[in-house]
């Protein structure tokens, strides 16, 4: 069975860097291993150094290893074509103008971007059978958590129009008997048929994101990285997403003791700074500490990528597995 890893966090604390750190392990372990970018951003063909798309590419130098990118914007207008063809097939003539206006300005809401990144994100997972594991490098929180919270969120929404729509098809067919026979709209109706598809892969997603599931937090040993980790952790919560673990990135290296320098009594008080800042997230955090990673000078890629992974040492096997209660 495939399980599917999701790092997330606020911009900037090293995802990325993180995520492809774990695939990398997870090759090593011998799992099949796809990783996934829902970055904007999409620094993961920055960091393996070759460019990636919508499918699964092999990633070169690392057998059993592929990536993908998906383009958010790109989502969004497929979304938005195929709803305008689904409702073209079903609408007069005269209708299909003022839909494509009022789909037009649904798309510019807040929300059409996670709706339409949430049925890519659902493709994916309903074709991972060749793979072992899964690994998300997802966006920054908050579109993430939104994304995430989908699932149930939508399953209730759609509950709601699936009885409206059967009420109304009702009162249609009892008004509609014709030779005391009724017109069974109900059982031919597209949109109901629609909207039970939704259902189907919304139930499908908080599924699998429940029991097949790991989540981990990314963040910098940083105050506002830690107040937005413990939001992130709150919120997971609520829609019932165990976090399996933290993974603190971009530590300070500390010097050696006989450097005395400016540069090193800086680094000294900023190591001793982080270090109280580590003590305070395992104080207050409920979620363990997974990894620490030491800041690198240089990029991270190809062979600093590889010292990265070993640093992770996250468990890979069924450690990251989503504890069941």
């Not at 999409?42 to 460019?51: G, I, P």
């Not at 413990?230 to 019932?240: F, H, K, N, P, Y």
């Not at 165990?242 to 090193?264: F, K, Q």
């Amino acid at each position: 069975m495939t399980e599917f890893t999701f790092f997330g966090g606020k911009g900037g604390v090293g995802k990325t860097t993180v995520s492809s750190a774990y695939a990398l392990e997870c090759v090593d372990a011998g799992l099949e291993t796809l990783v996934v970018s829902t970055d904007p951003a999409h620094s993961t063909a920055d960091v393996f150094d070759q460019e990636f798309g919508d499918e699964p590419r092999p990633v070169e130098g690392y057998d059993g290893l592929s990536a993908m990118e998906i383009d958010p914007d790109r989502e969004v207008q497929d979304h938005l074509s195929e709803l305008k063809q689904q409702l073209g097939s079903q609408l007069s003539a005269t209708m299909v103008n003022e839909v494509d206006i009022q789909l037009e300005m649904a798309h510019q809401t807040p929300g059409a971007y996670e709706a339409a990144l949430f049925d890519r994100f659902v493709e994916v997972m309903r074709n991972a059978e060749p793979y072992d594991r899964v690994v998300f490098d997802t966006s920054p929180t908050g579109s993430t958590l939104r994304l995430l919270a989908l699932p149930e969120l939508l399953e209730r929404w759609i509950d709601r129009l699936m009885d409206k729509r059967e009420r109304s098809i009702d009162r249609f067919e009892k008004a509609a008997i014709g030779n005391n026979e009724p017109r069974r709209v109900m059982e031919g109706d597209p949109i109901l048929a629609r909207l039970r598809e939704r259902k189907e892969r919304f139930e499908f997603a908080g599924e699998v994101l429940r029991e097949d599931a790991a989540f981990y937090l990314v963040l910098n040993p940083d105050e506002l990285s830690i107040r937005e980790t413990r939001r992130s952790v709150e919120t997971l919560a609520e829609a019932d997403l165990p976090i399996r673990g933290l993974v603190v990135n971009r530590l300070s290296p500390e010097p050696d003791p006989d450097e005395n320098g400016r540069g090193a009594r800086y680094l000294r008080q900023r190591v001793a700074t982080e270090r109280d800042r580590l003590e305070r997230i395992e104080r207050e955090f409920d979620v363990p500490i997974a990894a620490t990673i030491e800041t690198r000078v240089e990029e991270v890629r190809g062979s600093i990528l590889e010292d990265v992974a070993a640093d992770l040492e996250i468990e890979v096997e069924d450690g990251d597995r989503a504890p069941t209660t």
